[in-house]
């Protein structure tokens, strides 16, 4: 009987999975109808329609921050801003460490993520040819540096009968065609008479970035130029902005600081004036601080925020305004704008600063916060080993248990607050973490499950599957700048669920589900047990995965074997590993369904996903799982990520084999009193695993699965051991089942 339901329950997932899935595949195919050229602007209407009669001029300032905007240093930006949408430009290209200014203009020529490799400084100055230039040797970048998608830009507009103009070297190679060729060329602003010679302007204005270059190279140095001379340079380059505006007339201008001034990376500014994508217009736009009407954000699908874009939507952009239809090769989507509600221009200013800030702090502190945490799980193991084995101190153990598996959704909880606007970000992050996680250990181990041996575990993980899936279902604003998520100033993601999100969302999961189970199981309604762990595990496993709302790849092909190594154990079958096999093959196959059907909408609407299915199809898709499993393997020697891995995996190998000497029996115990426990583990670690695998985060899956589960797992055997429950009298108890060789 149970195996029937096991089956019944993977065949509801199955189908659950295609309605769920057919319902925005047949409007995608509608959209699909309109044909391809109907990328969608920023309102919502074909970019061919709105854009054709647009003349289009993209200003570059490389390391533009928010920072340096103000109404009495930058006074035209400023006044520009009052008129735009607003929002945060991540730079980031391929590099680690910052993106210099001749990646990030080649990154706008290719339409995707480029670098040039060691020459790492200002782009080329051209060749005169006629009233254009060419980009030298510009055939070098696909032939030797294989930026084989470097002149996707010009070359669109060329072939769409466009004409271009370049002003400066980094614009020259932004808008060059795939021979080099821009149409009009001059080296300043000020050579130009007629700024209507061409239908695509590109500006390049280096006076903010030019301190920074030393020997044609971007210095190594954090912030090599005084805060003063800093401000110099940005006075210098608003007043060739403020110039040059008056001379553009009703031309979309698209601002744009396409590259970082060291190799710290920021959040850069972007802001665009074109039709719909007005700011305020009171005194603000004057250049005062005072209060304006309703501003707008500017943002992007690509990201799926509404203030933030990535230099690829810039190339998508301009193609868009043009009217001209993007090549396939093109990542990024056309830019769009949000209404904010209200608020002043200062306000939207100030809250694009406060973004920076946040994701500074995240990545300066990243490194800090895994190696504590990871002293804090090897103290915890060894200290747990020492007390338990003399049955001491049985509460502390306990209760330092569950304050250790509370630090992961206090992680998120605390973007709840606003850390990143005070004077001391790091030290308020940190003391909000701790606190936060401190009152969710009082909940779990003094409400009015304190006694039950599966209470605070239950807690502990429904609060931490509550926050993720909650997270997921409101556009993810927890775990951006998150320790724990992602950053815009990082750029490796900036919607969804990142790979340790995915971990601790699948080890929550499946620790309460089996959880409820027990006293499902207890009362003889196995049977309903097993569904209820298929049936919520697939809905997170869906969310996981969907489309533009977690987006994971890796995390369907993990969780569908930890959903069904879990039912399966409950229903009391064993699993050979040619049936864990088997799961991870049909993970495969549903994740590869849902690129499918993501890859049938229109480009502009595709994530990560429908993109890789479209790699697959094109045969391009070896260099992606190349990049991914070289991440993978260095993962292995992290020195942050795998001792929580060894510690776990001893503690728990040596409890489970010498459970007198290591623990007290404290997991036999936990596993007698309630039956369903081990098997909520065992789904863990085998999503544990396999997303290890299958990420390119590699050990930090495994790893957040184990600092999550196997505290918890220890905190309900010391709760039986201490208090002595006597073992449930299940009506249909569960036989010995588990991974069989």
Known sequence: MSGTWVRRALVAVVFGVSVVTLAPTTAAYAGLAAGPEQRPGQDGTAAGEKAAGERMVLVGIPGLMWSDVTPADTPALWRLAGESAIGSLSARTVRKDGTCPYDGWLTVSAGVRSAVGGRCGMAPT???????????????LWEVREQRDAGTLGQALHTAGRTTMAVG???????????GRVDVYAADAGQVS???RADVVAVEIPDLIAPYISADRLSEVPEAVSPQARRAAARAADAKLGALLPRLGQATVLVAGVGDHGPVPHLRVAMLRGPGAGQATGPDSAGTDSAGGPGRTLGARSTHRDDMIILPDLTATILARAGVAA??????????????GGGSLAEGVAALRTADVAGQTIRNTTGVFFTTLAVL?????LTAFLLLRRRDRLPAVRSAAVALAAIPASTYLVNLLPWARTAQPVLTLFASIAAIAAALTLVALTGPWRRAVLGPLTVIAAVTAAVLLGDLLTGTPLQLNSLMGYTGVVGARYYGLGNIPFA?????????????????????RKSVAVALIAVLGAFAMLLDGWPGVGSDFGGVIAFVPGIAVTAMIVAGRRVSVVKLGAFCAAGGVLVMTIAYLDYLRPPASQTHLGRFAGQVADGTFLPVISRKLGAMLATLLSPNLMPVVIAAFAFLVFALLRPGTASAGVLPVAFERAPTLKAGLLGALVSGVVGMLVNDSGAAVLSMALALAVPLVLSAGIRALQYGEPAPAATTPIPPAGLAG
């Open 169 to 179: 070297p980094g614009a020259a190679l932004a808008l060059a065609d795939r021979a």
């Open 327 to 340: 090549p396939p090769n093109v990542v990024g989507v056309p830019v769009e704008t949000h209404g904010t």
């Open 377 to 381: 799980q090897v103290l915890f193991y």
């Open 504 to 524: 601790l969302l699948a080890t929550a999961v499946l620790l309460v589900t089996t959880a409820v189970a027990d006293r499902l199981v207890r009362s003889g």
């Open 194 to 196: 007629d700024w209507t």
């Open 126 to 140: 051209p060749e005169a040819s006629g009233a254009g230039a060419v980009v030298p040797e510009f055939s070098w």
